[in-house]
């Protein structure tokens, strides 16, 4: 009997967001370039367009000699921009300065060293940007498939 509640219970605590220095975290089941394309299908499957992705790991790798350091920061990280009109519209309309919020942004990342691969995005603050940090969480969970 304890084992059939364990289980369940370690799948609900694995899928679970950390939040943790501003950020919502999840653990992806995948490695890093299935969980890119997914978070790209579940951005795009919302109706949204991304408007830019940026390979920040790949620079912070490229420049890495430049700067002097001998970190390997990341194995993998991008960062997907894009907005939504209609929620936008409503979050700057109910404060124009929610404008420092936009685009919206979901990451996805593989630390140097670890296989774990993290997707998150930036906790909003409370109010009306709570529907912005909703829409991001969808779209992270349909990604992951939670």
Avoid at 35 to 46: G, K, P, Q, R, W
Avoid at 69 to 88: G, W
Wanted: glycine letters at 6%; a negative charge; one cysteine or more.
């Amino acid at each position: 009997m304890f084992h059939r509640l364990i289980a369940p219970l370690l799948a609900t605590l694995i899928a679970a967001p950390v939040w943790a220095d501003g950020a919502i975290t999840y653990t992806s089941p995948d490695d890093f370039e299935d969980t890119v394309f997914s978070v790209e299908n579940a951005i795009l499957d919302a109706g949204l367009v991304i408007d830019l992705t940026s390979h920040t790991g790949d620079m912070l790798e490229r420049t890495r000699p430049v700067t002097g350091s001998d970190v390997v920061l990341f194995e993998h990280a991008d960062i997907f921009s894009f907005c939504s009109a209609t929620l936008s519209r409503k979050v700057m309309e109910a404060d124009i300065m929610n404008i420092v919020h936009c685009p919206y942004r979901i990451f996805v990342m593989q630390q140097g060293g670890s296989d774990q691969v993290i997707v998150g995005f930036k906790s909003m603050p409370e109010g009306v940007m709570k529907e912005v940090q909703a829409l991001l969480d969808g779209i992270v969970r349909d990604a992951l498939g939670l």
